[in-house]
């Protein structure tokens, strides 16, 4: 019996346990960030190589960093979703175990578009909530890797632009005027 009690009494209580899981909803936002912020930076600065590697006429960096962009980017996207999945989980983890204050409640109430106390949030902010932000900054790393290997591709299978033109350099390289 006495054993019993000890045991009672180790046992975490629901406050100790929403704590806890307030503190993975942190490490989730933060792990997220870091590796957001991570593909960001590689992806920006990928993408700077690539017009480089394309103004110079660098063939093998350019095709080799346009399809390595796209993979970071189609990663990216793998992370993002499987890191969100995380936080979701922590959330509802953290709702079982929420007390009158409503913390975790409230906000996802503000989320939906509900009001809290004086707080709301209105439809257009709602629409570009972090989670869909992300993705379209994903997609816009996409559709400028793939517009650059467009542009090569369209540069390679060119005819030759108009004497004097101001693009010559882009899209018409010294190889194809046979020098």
């Known amino acids: 019996m006495n054993n019993e009690k000890n045991e009672a009494s ?40 690539l017009v480089s590697a394309f103004k110079d006429g660098s063939e ?27 936080f979701l989980l922590r959330i509802e983890q953290a709702k079982r175990f929420e007390d009158d204050t409503g913390f975790i409640t409230q906000g996802q109430l503000l989320y939906e578009g509900g009001k809290v106390g004086a707080l709301k949030i209105n439809a257009l902010v709602r629409f570009f909530r972090p989670a869909r932000t992300s993705y379209a900054i994903m997609i816009a790393f996409a559709i ?3 517009g650059t290997l467009a542009l090569k591709i369209a540069a390679d299978h060119s005819t030759p632009p108009i004497a004097g033109s101001h693009y010559r350099h882009l899209l018409w390289s010294d190889r194809h005027r046979g020098s």
């Open 60 to 86: 093998q960096i350019f095709w080799g960093g346009a399809v390595i962009g796209i993979l970071l980017v189609i990663v990216s996207v793998i992370s993002t979703v499987y890191l969100r999945s995380f």
């Open 144 to 146: 400028a890797f793939a």
């Open 10 to 49: 180790e046992r975490p209580t629901d406050a100790e346990k929403y704590g806890w899981a307030l503190q993975l909803i942190q490490f989730e936002v933060q792990r997220h960030s870091l590796v957001f912020g991570t593909f960001l930076l590689v992806e920006t600065v990928l993408l700077g190589a």
